[in-house]
């Protein structure tokens, strides 16, 4: 080891043991905090002890103290201990979609990227876009949002999206850790999660929050008056964060691409893969007529494609495989059939307050409410805990439904990858480090704030719906 090594590595354990120890001061405190609500008769045992293991496990995932697999393992582990939920609830993410499209999504990029087809769509984007950079953020923007008018879920769009923006990447010779490569990656893997929040059944909280609201309060959407809802402020202003944010914090340049000669010829594996992914795309857009979840028609592509490949591809598949990622959607997906077990009467301690005479201050207090459950249970169990919140801070009245949908500024705009398990996903898929995704969700989720909330409230009042 050279004397200016040693200097940095020394660096680099005392950040990590200052983070170690803010970690664990973070912890002692939010559970001395919960046993005195509980000593104090303000929450009961049982609420408590969901509200520890939420609590820790985000904590612990949000600060990657330790690895994510055993953090996953110990809520699961946690849960059944000591909470009354059953088993078969706790356990339910690997029975769920989503668990398996994550599965099967990390399938389709290994095939496209096997096959070269992903090489060859990025090729035709680089032709098409041309040598800047501004205009690649700009089309992989927009192709995003499209994507998300006729693809229902985000993990899909991301394993398709992904490799697709790493094929154009490698055509324009941004390299593995080059600034550009982040920057559009980041764009894709966010925007796929952030922008679909302003189409209907694009993501996983919109579904939930429209079932439960239909269930609990009797409103009913459609696609067309939810999107006149958000597309101005949602899609517009957004996108336009995004791009911004990317072209700014990963400033790059692209290459002219290489002439397609060599790759005009689709190979035989190219053509099997694309008769593959077209089947799947329309079981996937047709999935309002059939009503087979995501994941399974995922999990069907992966069946056929290795059963119909060399063995070696299967053996390499399975060692990139990311089980802690895995692992990790199955315990969120725990983790929301666990909060939905709290008493709702814990809302009492929140909720007190009634808005219905303000509505720009019922507005911001929501959408604050909204951010805030998103940090401390994630986007997929914000809705469940924030609707019966909402409802009491603003009864029945004019502003309810305003009110209700207030919560979409708050699970759209993502400060912490963690927040949303696609996001985690992507980064995964595409090999993103996390100090470039967590530097592009905070300067993503910041000017969220700061402009796409103010703009949707102006739109709103001038729609007549604030």
Known sequence: MTGT???????????????????????????????????????????ARIIAIVFSCILLWATAVIPGLLVSLLFFFLSTLLTPVPTAQIFSGFASSAFWLVFSGSAIGFALKESGLSDRIGIALAQWIGGSYLKAL????????????????????????????????????????SNGRRGILMLVIVGSYELAAAVLPANLPNVIMTGILEQSQGIHLTFSEYLLYFLPAGVIVRGAILITVSYKLFSDSVHETVRLGAYTRISGREAYVIVLLSITLIFWFADSIHHIAPGWIGLGFTLVYFLTSPAEQLTRFTHILKMDLLWFIAAIIGLTALVQHLDMQLLSLLGSATLMGNPAL?????????????????????????????ARMVEQGALL??????????????????????????????????????KYCLGTAILGI????????????????L
């Not at 490799?163 to 055509?171: N, S, T, W």
């Not at 805030?372 to 909402?390: D, E, K, Y």
């Not at 796409?452 to 009042?461: E, F, G």
Request: charged share 10%; aromatic share 8%; hydrophobic share 55%.
């Open 5 to 47: 090594e040693w200097p940095v590595i020394r660096q680099r354990e005392t950040r990590l043991e200052k983070k170690n120890l803010a970690t664990l001061i973070l912890l002692v405190a939010g559970l001395s905090a919960i046993l005195l609500l509980v000593m104090g008769g303000k929450m009961s045992a049982a609420n």
């Open 138 to 177: 700009t089309a992989f923007a927009i192709l995003t949002f499209l994507l998300s008018l006729v693809m229902p879920s985000t993990f899909s769009r991301i394993a398709i999206l992904v490799p697709i923006a790493l094929g154009y990447c490698d055509a324009v010779h941004l390299a593995e850790h």
């Open 362 to 390: 019922t507005y911001a207090m929501l959408i604050a409410s909204s951010v805030c459950l998103c940090l401390l249970v994630t986007s997929n169990a914000a809705p469940a805990l924030f609707i019966p919140l909402a």
């Open 401 to 438: 439904k305003m009110g209700m949908l207030s919560q979409v500024m708050g699970y759209s705009t993502t400060f912490l990858p963690y927040q949303s398990p696609p996001i985690i996903f992507g980064n995964e898929l595409a090999q993103i480090d996390r100090s470039a995704s967590i």
């Open 450 to 465: 700061v402009l796409v909330v103010p703009i949707n409230a102006l739109w709103w009042h001038m729609i007549g719906f």
